[in-house]
């Protein structure tokens, strides 16, 4: 099978990978998966009719990424050099990539977190060119002719968004395409997925905003949003002509809210490789975190007393990802939620409250308040903390500087080194500043943030701020279930996932919570070599290479198959071939 309609890719007699295109001339520079811009060697330029069309100088990608990294620290906006990033992967993917790679930690929170969410909000102002596939209302009745459209005859993974919880920011109607387009740069840049196996999708049915509906320049279709059973039947056709037309893709679903995001993956995950990285992705980076702030502190898991400060899709993903980690190391599934405490808008889960289903699990009983000294029904934050005596704080709430003073200094009343995480992003969401957790706890708490933080300069001493940032396991999780070909992402495979990252960080930094994000590409193909070995012994692996394989033969063959952003030689078929 091509790779794609405009060229393929083979191997010659000693094995080496090389183009054979299509196309030619303009139309070759056109596209952003085989444009080399400058770097076509003189041999190319004559049997590409590129000849004349280039400067003169076959540039080599070293000296492209220094001349694009010169420009783009000229700019000074931080969405303007999104836009420019964004502007560069449409004209040379390759060039953006590696580039990418060689500065992920500086270019990660402009692709991603925080500033993407400012892309999203102008993404039909600043739209250039088309990327990626949308499904919509419009076309949904012959969403697999749509899908026919698409180039890419080979996609392994597809991240896919309805746009109705973009990171704190809520309903963003189609802007949500670029939450899918920022998710997959990190897939290839950080998580070896080669660019020719990736596909955004944003799944257009409709918005609920009218300043969107409104707006003139809004790209999207232009009425509310589908619910319910329409809703639903929107869904199965995508998902039932997506599998058709690329039968070994996974599906990470992305920013789903809170009232479908835990039916959409129940819905799908047997019928097509999928999971939710909102729910499960954050619920692993989350668990890896705290487990290596115990490491730090000498404890274990189990010796935690856990509160998660909001309980929608994130929220409650980490509250099963903690309940998992209590259960792996050998507690009960009681004693487990004994040590649980989850809070949502109106104060802590009870049972006696009216609520959504996917949160009544972790519901207290009633009588495990009594005797609490609270001032209402529902107790706060704070009385929960006070009470509950809490050692572990994670805020996954969306609101801003809902951890003052007086909440962290409870929490060091009952634990000298609390572990206070405010991971609710973008940075304008996060629940408080790192610098003034330390500064209320004497530098004593463990600190993570959801969004990047500059080290903290405290009595003398440096903290860095570790980034609970989804980027440190779900490259891995997909690219090892793309590789194993398992059938499902099963629970076990996510949880291995998280696992991974713990040790990893263990490992590497045993005095931080997070490795930094520099080391993204490592991190992931550990995950996916762990995420592999875990899709095996569940018996979920079809790729037949890797059974029976050990861990070090798993690792090889994940290194191998890494994408690395490098020009492939072309080499025009010749006539009559």
Known sequence: MMVSRYYDVKRDERGKRYIEPFVEGSVLLGLPLLNKGTAFTHEERKALKLEGLLPPHPATLEEQKERNYRRYCLIENDLEKHIFLRNLQDRNEVLFFALFADHLSEMLPILYTPTVGEA???????????????????????????LSNTPINDVRLAVATDSSAILGIGDQGFGGLAISIGKLAIYTAAGGL??????????????????????????????RRLSGVEYYEFMDRFVEAFHQRYPSAVIQWEDFSKDTAFAVLERYRKVLPSFNDDIQGTGAVTLAGVLSACRIKGQNLSDQRILVYGAGAGGIGVAQAILDGLLREGLGQEEALERLFVLD?????????????????????????????????????????????????LGLSGQPGSFTGPIVQAMQASAEYPVIFPLSNPTSSS???PEEILRWTNGKALVAAGSPFAPVEHGGETFPIGQGNNAFVFPGLGFGTVLSKAREVSDAMVLEASYALYDYTSKHHPDRVYPPTSELREVSQYVASRVIRQAIKEGLA????????????????????????????????????
């Open 194 to 223: 080669g660019p020719d196996k990736a596909l955004p999708v944003e799944l257009d049915v409709g918005t609920n905003r009218a300043d969107l509906i409104n707006d003139p320049l809004y790209l999207g279709v232009r009425h």
């Open 431 to 433: 629940e408080a500043i």
């Open 345 to 393: 808008s109106k104060g802590l889960l009870l049972r006696n409250r009216s609520m959504e289903g996917y949160k009544q699990k972790f519901a207290k009983d009633p009588a495990h308040v009594q005797g609490w000294q609270v001032s209402g029904e529902t107790p706060s934050l704070y009385e929960t903390i006070v009470n509950a005596k809490g050692t572990v704080l």
């Open 542 to 577: 079809q790729e037949e290479r890797l059974v029976g394989l050990g861990m070090e033969a798993i690792q090889a063959y994940v290194a191998e198959r890494f994408w690395q952003p490098r020009y492939l030689p072309f080499k025009p078929a010749k006539p009559g071939q």
């Open 120 to 146: 999203v909000k102008q993404f039909s102002h600043i739209y250039r060119y088309p990327r990626g596939f949308a499904a919509s209302t419009d076309n949904i009745r012959e969403i697999a002719e749509a």
